[in-house]
């Protein structure tokens, strides 16, 4: 039966598709984000905003498709409680500009020369530090939450982008 | 991992003093009879095993409670008593040779305890001094017996499961089952030599090994890793790429809102099950948050998705840095269904 579904390329499924927690998310996301985007698109062509209000809107749907398709990590909760004190400010806090980035990484070069004789401690507190800022939800937790945290979080970043990727791509070509 | 330690413990057993074989035959002998003796009174084993696991603890009320339940075995049982440490596991049979050696002198203060229990709680002070004391002596003197110490919290609480547990085996075979049963319970952590053995900087030692474990796993996610040693690199690296992650997820929306108005959000079906094929391949080479997943023969379906994506990857994001493009094609190079970095 399996095979039959399979030779049609049409439809695929995995045996278990609430186990694999990989493919939960992605369903998840998918299914929150679309009617998200159906909806924008809707109001869009009914009212008419401006470009960067709309990259908001999105972006916002974006993040919250994110935090709702997680909800077992602790870093997704505070995403969707900053989500939804602040739903349509500038959210691009939770990614840096690159000129930011260049400041920080200076920031790094210039400290390391100092602190060569310093303790290693120093230079890795500093960066759990700015991992705490990446992270959402990341002030509040100590080293080794943040450590799990971190890599639920990256898993689910990864998978986000495929499937932007994968939406953007289907819409594209 | 108890292969080894057993093994080890073997080969340790070679190179050691004849002072410390004499006592592990000794231990052994000991055990031996502490085996017959339980056989005998099989009621009274599940207490003779909390006693057993509770030697290496510093718990008052528990040992109280064990041995005022042993007053009842009578005396015959008192000088098999300390080694009765033994047995079900190995573990234990380390933890022999260091309690063993403490107890040939004060026999007489167990025996007393074992027949009056009022005086339990200042003789069972004094047990637990000694043997604290004896280790670290034991530490610097002996060549490679592996001390284990237990923490209090663990012990409270679970002890009668895993005791009825441990009582049911034989010895051989509790040599795994109940360490493994207890070492879900119990923080094990094995003191090497010269190190210290004191709850602080165990319990210190069970932190930085939990950090570092974490640590492994972040490496395997993270690409770029594997070259760079160090917490503070590894730091850095997985700092950089979450942000290139959330810098790329930013784009992707902006792209994302830009083709809005023409999206066919139709293809919702197709893409989700584009998705549920991908990752049923690709999930299966990745490591924990894994579970088993059948591998369905959808390479092609799946290659055809991805090639799609990729040169499109490669044009469309903004700048990451060379390193990253790199890994990232091979991202999504599904050629071999997996994850490459």
Redesign the interface.
């Known amino acids: 039966m399996?095979r039959q579904i399979?030779n049609k390329?049409k439809?695929?499924?995995?045996?278990?598709?609430n186990?694999?927690?990989?493919?939960l998310f992605?369903?998840r996301y998918?299914?929150h984000l679309?009617p998200a985007?159906?909806k924008?698109?809707m109001n869009?062509?009914s009212s008419k905003t401006n470009?960067q209000s709309?990259?908001k809107?999105?972006?916002h749907e974006?993040d919250m498709a994110?935090a709702l398709s997680a909800q077992e990590f602790a870093w997704s909760r505070f995403l969707q409680q900053k989500l939804l004190s602040s739903p349509h400010d500038d959210l691009?806090s939770?990614?840096?500009s690159p000129s930011e980035?260049l400041e920080r990484s200076s920031k790094?070069q210039g400290g390391e020369k100092h602190q060569d004789r310093d303790e290693?401690g120093g230079?890795?507190k500093k960066?759990?530090k700015?991992?705490q800022k990446?992270?959402p939800g990341g002030e509040e937790m100590n080293?080794?939450e943040i450590?799990?945290e971190?890599?639920?979080?990256?898993?689910c970043?990864?998978l986000?982008?495929?499937?932007?990727?994968?939406?953007?791509?289907?819409?594209?070509? | 991992m108890l292969e080894g330690l057993v093994s080890q413990e073997s080969l340790s057993l070679n190179s050691m003093d004849m002072s410390v074989l004499e006592r592990l035959k000794w231990v052994q002998q000991q055990q031996q009879q502490l085996q017959q003796v339980v056989s005998q009174s099989s009621n009274n084993s599940p207490e003779l095993l909390q006693i057993l696991q509770f030697h290496g603890s510093n718990n008052d009320e528990l040992l109280q409670s064990s041995f005022s339940q042993f007053q009842m075995l009578g005396s015959g049982f008192g000088p098999n008593y300390n080694m009765g440490f033994g047995p079900p596991h190995e573990a234990m049979d380390e933890c022999i040779s260091r309690t063993s050696s403490c107890h040939m002198e004060p026999v007489d203060t167990i025996e007393v305890l074992l027949k009056t229990g009022e005086e339990n709680r200042a003789i069972a002070l004094k047990n637990k001094r000694k043997p604290e004391v004896k280790t670290r002596g034991e530490e610097k003197t002996e060549k490679k017996i592996k001390i284990e110490a237990e923490t209090e919290s663990s012990m409270k609480g679970r002890l009668n499961m895993r005791n009825t547990e441990a009582s049911s085996d034989t010895s051989k075979e509790t040599s795994k089952g109940a360490s493994e049963i207890q070492k879900l319970d119990y923080i094990h952590v094995r003191a090497r030599r010269g190190q210290a053995t004191d709850r602080h900087s165990l319990a210190e030692r069970a932190?930085r090994e939990?950090?570092s474990k974490?640590?492994k796993?972040?490496q395997d996610?993270?690409p770029g890793c594997n070259k760079v040693t160090?917490?503070?690199g590894m730091?850095?690296e997985?700092?950089n790429?979450?942000?290139c992650?959330?810098?790329?997820?930013?784009f992707?929306?902006?792209?994302?809102?830009v083709?809005?108005?023409?999206?066919?959000?139709a293809?919702?079906d197709?893409?989700?099950?584009?998705?549920?094929?991908?990752?049923?391949n690709?999930?299966a080479s990745?490591q924990?948050?894994?579970?088993?997943?059948?591998l369905?023969?959808?390479d092609q379906?799946g290659s055809l998705?991805l090639s799609?994506?990729n040169p499109?990857?490669t044009t469309s994001i903004e700048a990451p840095s060379a390193s990253w493009e790199t890994q990232s094609q091979s991202l999504y190079n599904t050629s071999s269904l997996g994850f490459q970095y």
């Open positions: 399996e399979i390329r439809r695929v499924f995995s045996l278990q598709p186990k694999n927690p990989n493919a992605t369903r998918v299914s679309v985007l159906k924008i698109n869009k062509s470009h709309f990259e809107t999105v972006k974006v994110f691009i939770t990614s840096s980035i790094k290693e230079e890795i960066r759990l700015e991992l990446l992270l080293m080794e450590l799990s971190i890599g639920s979080y990256i898993v970043l990864e986000q982008m495929i499937v932007l990727k994968s939406i953007v791509q289907d819409n594209t070509s | 932190r939990k950090i974490k640590m796993y972040l996610i993270v160090g917490k503070a730091l850095d997985i700092i790429y979450v942000q992650l959330q810098r790329q997820v930013e992707l929306s902006m792209k994302l809102a083709l809005n108005p023409e999206l066919e959000l293809v919702e197709v893409s989700v099950k584009q998705f549920q094929a991908y990752f049923t690709v999930v990745k924990t948050i894994m579970v088993d997943v059948p369905f023969p959808l379906q998705d799609a994506i499109n990857q």
